[in-house]
C-alpha cells in the first residue's frame, strides 16, 4: 500500500512539472501572438497618416480584427469540445503569420483591412484552444493556470507599443515584417504543445472507464444568469480599456502635446499594469473566491477612472498604471468562474467569452472612434470612466465555490 501511494504521489508531482513546462510553453506563445497583434494598434498614427484616415476608420480596422476574432471564437472552441485537434493551434498562428507579412506590405486601406482579418482569424484558433491547454496543464489550480497563460498574452501587448516605438516608428511601417520571426518561433512552440497535447489525449482516452464527470455547481438553466451578468462586466471592462487601447496615444497627443514615441511609452506602462493585475487575479481567485476578485477588480478600479480625465502629465502614468493593474485582474477570475458553471464545455466557454471581449473591444473602438470624430477625444475619456460603476452588479453572482466545496 505505501509503494503504491509512493508511486501515486510520484506521478502526480511529475504531472505538476510537466503541467509547469506546457503552461511557460503555452505563457510564451501566447506573448508572442499578442505582442504580433498589439502591433496593430501601436502603428496607427503611421497607417493614419499614409491613408489619410479619420478616427472612424482607425476605428474599424479594430471592429475588423475584433469581429473576426470574435465571431468565430465560440464556433471554434465549440467544435473542438467534440473533436479536438491538437496541431490546430500552430495552424492558427500560421493565419497571424500571414496577417502580419500583408499588413506590413499593404498598398491601400482595404488591404490593410485584410491583414487584420487574417491576424483576427488566427486569434480565434489561438485562444480557446489554448486556454483548453492551459486548463489540461493545470492540475487543479485553473485560476493560476489561467494567469500564467494570460500573462503571456497581457505582457506581449504591453511589450508591441515598446517595440513600435523603438523599431517600426525610426523604419518605418515595412519593418512590422520583421516581426514575423517571432511568428515562426510561436509556430515551432505551438507545434511541440501539439505533440504533448495528443499524448494527454491518448492518456485521457485510456483513463476515460475510471472518471466521473464534474457536475454544474448550479442547475444549468440557473446558470444563464450569472453568464449574463458576466456578459455585462465584460462590456464594461473591455468598453473601457478599447478607449486606452486604441485611442489614449491620440488622447495623451492632444491634452500633454507629447510626442508619438513619448505617448507609446505611457500606453507601455498601462499594459504593464495590466500584465500585473493579470498575473495576480487568477491565484488571488483560487484562494479568496472568484467573485470577490470580479467584484473588487471591475468596481474597484472606478476611483481611479473618474479621476483620470483630471490628471495632469505627472498623474496620469500612475493612474493608468493602477487602472490596468486592478481591470485586468477580472478576467482569469471571470473565466474560471464560466468554465466551473459548464463543465466540459471549456472550449466553448473560452471562445464565448475570449470572443465577447475581442467583440466588445472592437464594437467600443469603432464608437468612441465615431464619438471622438463628432465631440472629441477628451469627452471619451470622461464617459468612458462611469463604465466601471456597471460593477455593481458582481453583488447578484452566486458564490459557486462554496457549492462545490458544499456538493464536494
Given amino acids: 500500500m505505501q509503494n503504491h501511494r509512493d508511486t501515486r504521489n510520484n506521478s502526480t508531482v511529475g504531472a505538476e512539472k510537466i503541467g509547469l513546462r506546457v503552461l511557460g510553453a503555452i ?10 497583434q498589439s502591433l496593430i494598434p501601436a502603428i496607427y498614427p503611421m497607417l493614419k497618416q499614409a491613408f489619410t484616415l479619420s478616427f472612424t476608420q482607425i476605428g474599424l480596422i479594430t471592429l475588423t480584427y475584433q469581429i473576426t476574432a470574435s465571431l468565430l471564437q465560440p464556433a471554434v472552441g465549440l467544435y ?9 493551434l500552430a495552424i492558427g498562428m500560421g493565419c497571424t503569420l500571414a496577417g502580419l507579412i500583408v499588413l506590413g506590405m499593404a498598398p491601400t486601406y482595404g488591404m490593410s483591412l485584410i491583414a487584420v482579418a487574417l491576424v483576427g482569424t488566427g486569434s ?45 516608428i525610426p523604419q518605418g511601417r515595412h519593418s512590422i515584417v520583421w ?19 495528443k499524448r494527454w489525449q491518448l492518456r485521457e482516452k485510456r483513463q476515460v472507464h475510471t472518471k466521473t464527470s464534474t457536475p454544474s455547481p448550479i442547475p444549468a438553466r440557473t446558470a444563464i444568469w450569472p453568464v449574463l451578468i458576466l456578459m455585462v462586466l465584460i462590456f464594461s471592462k473591455f468598453f473601457y480599456l478599447a478607449s486606452l487601447n486604441s ?47 470580479i467584484w473588487g477588480s471591475i468596481l474597484g478600479v472606478a476611483p481611479f477612472t473618474l479621476a483620470l480625465p483630471y490628471a495632469t502629465l505627472f498623474w496620469t502614468g500612475p493612474l493608468t498604471l493602477v487602472i490596468g493593474l486592478i481591470l485586468a485582474s477580472a478576467f482569469p477570475a471571470i473565466l474560471v468562474y464560466a468554465q466551473e458553471l459548464f463543465p466540459g464545455k471549456v472550449g466553448m466557454v473560452s471562445g464565448l467569452f475570449f470572443g465577447l ?19 472629441g477625444i477628451d469627452y471619451v475619456y470622461h464617459l468612458c470612466s462611469f463604465l466601471p460603476l456597471i460593477g455593481l452588479l458582481a453583488a447578484f453572482l452566486p458564490d459557486i465555490e462554496s457549492r462545490t466545496r458544499t456538493a464536494s
Avoid: C
Wanted: glycine share 12%; hydrophobic share 50%.
Fill in 357 to 375: 471581449a475581442f467583440g466588445m473591444a472592437g464594437i467600443g473602438a469603432a464608437v468612441l472612434g465615431k464619438l471622438a470624430d463628432v465631440r
Fill in 80 to 88: 473542438t469540445d467534440r473533436h479536438p485537434k491538437p496541431y490546430s
Fill in 247 to 293: 485611442y489614449f496615444i491620440f488622447y495623451l497627443i492632444s491634452k500633454f502635446h507629447l510626442s508619438v514615441k513619448s505617448a507609446q511609452i505611457h500606453l507601455f506602462v498601462f499594459l504593464f499594469g495590466a500584465a500585473l493585475g493579470t498575473i495576480m487575479g487568477g491565484p488571488i481567485g483560487d484562494r479568496i473566491g472568484r467573485k470577490r476578485v
Fill in 124 to 168: 480565434s484558433v489561438f485562444h480557446p484552444e489554448s486556454s483548453r491547454v492551459a486548463r489540461m496543464a493545470s492540475a487543479g489550480q485553473y485560476g493560476l493556470a489561467q494567469s500564467i497563460f494570460q500573462v503571456g498574452g497581457n505582457a506581449g501587448t504591453a511589450m508591441g507599443p515598446l517595440l513600435a516605438a523603438l523599431i517600426i
Fill in 27 to 36: 505563457s510564451v506563445s501566447h506573448f508572442l501572438n499578442d505582442m504580433i
Fill in 179 to 197: 516581426f514575423s520571426l517571432a511568428a515562426l518561433l510561436a509556430i515551432m512552440i505551438l507545434w511541440k504543445i501539439g505533440n504533448w497535447y
